[in-house]
């Protein structure tokens, strides 16, 4: 018997960022407004199928913080598993370095 997969929860934070880059991506990438949408469906599909898929984030101070690299729009989800749900945690784009303060 398998398990059903656990809900994903958008943090506020999370949630802020991913709207603050949509919004940007839809101004300054017109051939593909529609990329974060559609990497974010993706990876919240992949996440709720195999939700440890992601590298262990060593920067983070919170345990058990996972990431997964979003290549076709180079952002990393920030992410961590709870006993009931995948807590997104902060969407962070990598040219910007160390990553967000978890």
Known sequence: MTSAPLPIVVT?????????????????????????????????????????????AR???LPGVRRIHLDR???HVYYRVTPAAIEVLAF?????GRGPAL
């Open 92 to 96: 962070w784009h990598s040219s910007r």
């Open 59 to 61: 920067n983070a101070s």
């Open 12 to 56: 506020s934070r999370a949630a802020g960022e991913i709207d603050e880059a949509s919004t940007w991506w839809v101004r300054n990438r017109p051939a593909a407004p529609g990329a974060i949408h559609e990497e974010l469906t993706r990876a919240f599909a992949l996440l709720a199928a195999q939700s440890r898929i992601g590298a262990t």
């Open 73 to 75: 729009v180079r952002y």
